[in-house]
C-alpha cells in the first residue's frame, strides 16, 4: 500500500507556520471553507444511507454495514475489515445467492461501488491513506468461482502527469465517475484538495475503453461540468472553476516563493 506524505504543520489544507498563515489569501480561505461545507454534506448524506459520492453522484458507498446492489438485485457488494490491527488490508465481499467471492484490496477507505448498466461489473474507488486520499480506482467482474480485478489508477496516473507545481510529488486522486456504456467509463483525476499542489481540488476526465484501459479522450473541468452536470459527484461539482479559468489565482504561495519579487 502507498502512502501518502503529510506534514505534521499541515491541518485542512493550511500550513499553519506562522509566516505561511500570514500568506494565504482570500480565495483559500473561501475554498476551504467551501471544502468543509462540501464534506459536511457527504457525511450527512453518508449517514442516511444516500446514493451519491465525491466522484459519482450515482455511486453507492459500500462498508460499516452498507451494501451497494446491483440494478437487477441478484449480487450484493460490501467492503469489510480484514482484520488487521489497523484495519488494511480492507477486503471486498460480493454475495451472488449462496456464492461469495471475496478479493483482499489496500484502498477500502470511504470505499464506492459504481454499477456498470448491465450489472456485470462494477467500479470501486476509495482511499489509501485518508480523507483527502489517495483515491484508487479498479474494474471489478464478476466470474463463476473468482472475481477479475482491472487496475485504471496507474493508466490515469500516467495521462494525467505532474501538469502542475507541487511542493512535494504526489499523484492524483482517481475516482470513476459514470459507465457510458459496458466499455466505455469516465474516469476522473482530480488534484488532491490540500494546499500541496496547485489549482488544488481541481480535476480532469477521461475516457476510456474497457478492458483494454486506452484513453480515447480527455475533458477538461470546464467541458466536463457543462456536459454531465448530474453524473459528476460532490467533490468534482464543488471544484474552483477559477482555477482553470486563471491559474495563477490558485497557486499555493510555497510552491512560488519568489513571485511577489517577479511582480
Not at 459500500?62 to 488487521?84: I, Q, Y
Not at 470511504?110 to 489517495?134: D, E, H, K, M, R
Not at 486522486?173 to 476522473?188: D, F, K, P, R, T
Not at 483494454?212 to 479522450?217: D, G, L, N
Amino acid at each position: 500500500m502507498r502512502s501518502t506524505v503529510t506534514q505534521s504543520t499541515d491541518l485542512y489544507g493550511l500550513k499553519l507556520g506562522p509566516d505561511r498563515v500570514r500568506s494565504v489569501n482570500a480565495r483559500q480561505l473561501r475554498t476551504l471553507g467551501f471544502s468543509l461545507v462540501v464534506v459536511l454534506l457527504l457525511l450527512a448524506s453518508r449517514a442516511y444511507g444516500q446514493v451519491g459520492g465525491l466522484f459519482a453522484s450515482r455511486a453507492s458507498a459500500v462498508g460499516f454495514g452498507r451494501t451497494a446492489v446491483s440494478p437487477d438485485g441478484k449480487l450484493r457488494v460490501s467492503v469489510v475489515a480484514s482484520g488487521g490491527d489497523d484495519g488494511w488490508p480492507t477486503t471486498l465481499r460480493l454475495e451472488a445467492g449462496s456464492r461469495v467471492l471475496e478479493r483482499q484490496f489496500d484502498f477500502g477507505l470511504n470505499a464506492q461501488v459504481l454499477w456498470s448498466p448491465n450489472g456485470s461489473s462494477f467500479a470501486v474507488t476509495g482511499s489509501n491513506g485518508g480523507a483527502v486520499g489517495q483515491f484508487e480506482t479498479a474494474i471489478v467482474s464478476v466470474g463463476e468461482h473468482s472475481l477479475a480485478w482491472l487496475d485504471v489508477t496507474r493508466t490515469i496516473e500516467r495521462a494525467f502527469g505532474k501538469p502542475v507545481k507541487c511542493d512535494w510529488p504526489e499523484p492524483p486522486n482517481v475516482g470513476a465517475v459514470a459507465w457510458l456504456s459496458e466499455s466505455q467509463l469516465l474516469i476522473a483525476a482530480e488534484i488532491m484538495p490540500h494546499s500541496n499542489c496547485d489549482s488544488m481540488g481541481t480535476f480532469v476526465l477521461y475516457r476510456l475503453a474497457l478492458p483494454s484501459r486506452r484513453v480515447e479522450r480527455r475533458y477538461g473541468q470546464l467541458e466536463a461540468k457543462r456536459r454531465w452536470p448530474k453524473l459528476l459527484g460532490v467533490e468534482l461539482l464543488g471544484a474552483d472553476d477559477e482555477c482553470v479559468r486563471t491559474p495563477r489565482s490558485c497557486f499555493v504561495p510555497i510552491n512560488h516563493p519568489d513571485r511577489k519579487t517577479r511582480r
